[in-house]
């Protein structure tokens, strides 16, 4: 079964604010990305907008409905009313929520869904309400599934990380895998789609999606864009595209 693949653009973002300079042009590459076949493209805007400016927002925005209306538009983000209100104005097809402190360099971790119920929920009704799809990060673990289904979230995004972390240990692979497998099983009991993320690559991707056979999205940035210096932004989407069994 073949699976979506959402262009992260959070490090093409990251290259360009080294210079006051407008290149490389965020929109110019998702263009390339979506023209390539890519399904959409994720951003996480962060209060510090060390990557994605809160600028590029409506810019993508408008390339996604004027050229490309049948891709989607992914926000991650910590629910912040500043997030959330952003959210709001630009009408993401998919908001992911994730537990990110905001001088976290990256996503390392998945909700505690028990401890933050009470704080999603109403966060999730108040998302759902503009009509926008909600996933949640979650850890690759089985654990608290339950609470995270009860607060209203249509997906999950299961934290890869630990498992792409195993490229040079092969028995420590097997288990990340397992244990990704047996999210996916949990999740799917509940209902919850299920999407996935972080430091997925053209070679591990096949084996994450064996184990997880009805993924709906991975999302995909370091890889991708390091890929991309190589092979070029078009033929780099191919080669995931391929992988994600297009």
Request: charged fraction near 20%; charge should be negative.
């Given at each position: 079964?073949?699976?979506?693949?959402?262009?992260?653009?959070?490090?093409?973002?990251?290259?360009?604010?080294?210079?006051?300079?407008?290149?490389?042009?965020?929109?110019?590459?998702?263009?390339?990305?979506?023209?390539?076949?890519?399904?959409?493209?994720?951003?996480?805007?962060?209060?510090?907008?060390?990557?994605?400016?809160?600028?590029?927002?409506?810019?993508?925005?408008?390339?996604?409905?004027?050229?490309?209306?049948?891709?989607?538009?992914?926000?991650?983000?910590?629910?912040?009313?500043?997030?959330?209100?952003?959210?709001?104005?630009?009408?993401?097809?998919?908001?992911?929520?994730?537990?990110?402190?905001?001088?976290?360099?990256?996503?390392?971790?998945?909700?505690?869904?028990?401890?933050?119920?009470?704080?999603?929920?109403?966060?999730?009704?108040?998302?759902?309400?503009?009509?926008?799809?909600?996933?949640?990060?979650?850890?690759?673990?089985?654990?608290?599934?339950?609470?995270?289904?009860?607060?209203?979230?249509d997906r999950i995004e299961i934290y890869t990380g630990p498992y792409a972390a195993t490229y040079d240990s092969p028995s420590a692979e097997a288990g990340a895998l397992e244990a990704l497998e047996a999210t996916g099983e949990a999740a799917r009991g509940l209902g919850l789609a299920m999407n996935a993320g972080h430091d997925l690559t053209v070679a591990n991707l096949p084996a994450l999606m064996a184990r997880i056979p009805d993924l709906a999205?991975?999302?995909?940035?370091?890889?991708?864009?390091?890929?991309?210096?190589?092979?070029?932004?078009?033929?780099?989407?191919?080669?995931?595209?391929?992988?994600?069994?297009?």
């Amino acid at each position: 079964m073949a699976v979506a693949l959402s262009v992260n653009l959070n490090a093409i973002a990251q290259l360009r604010n080294r210079r006051d300079l407008p290149w490389p042009s965020v929109t110019g590459m998702a263009r390339i990305a979506l023209n390539a076949g890519a399904h959409g493209v994720t951003v996480h805007p962060r209060p510090d907008q060390r990557h994605i400016r809160f600028t590029d927002l409506p810019d993508l925005r408008a390339l996604l409905d004027d050229e490309f209306p049948h891709a989607e538009f992914n926000m991650e983000g910590y629910p912040t009313e500043e997030f959330l209100a952003q959210c709001e104005e630009h009408a993401p097809e998919q908001v992911t929520l994730v537990p990110d402190d905001p001088a976290q360099a990256t996503s390392d971790h998945g909700w505690d869904f028990a401890a933050n119920h009470n704080f999603l929920t109403p966060v999730i009704a108040r998302l759902k309400s503009s009509g926008l799809r909600v996933a949640l990060f979650a850890d690759p673990s089985p654990q608290g599934l339950e609470m995270a289904k009860d607060t209203g979230a249509d997906r999950i995004e299961i934290y890869t990380g630990p498992y792409a972390a195993t490229y040079d240990s092969p028995s420590a692979e097997a288990g990340a895998l397992e244990a990704l497998e047996a999210t996916g099983e949990a999740a799917r009991g509940l209902g919850l789609a299920m999407n996935a993320g972080h430091d997925l690559t053209v070679a591990n991707l096949p084996a994450l999606m064996a184990r997880i056979p009805d993924l709906a999205e991975v999302s995909i940035g370091h890889g991708l864009t390091a890929d991309a210096l190589i092979h070029g932004m078009e033929a780099t989407v191919l080669r995931f595209l391929k992988a994600c069994g297009h």
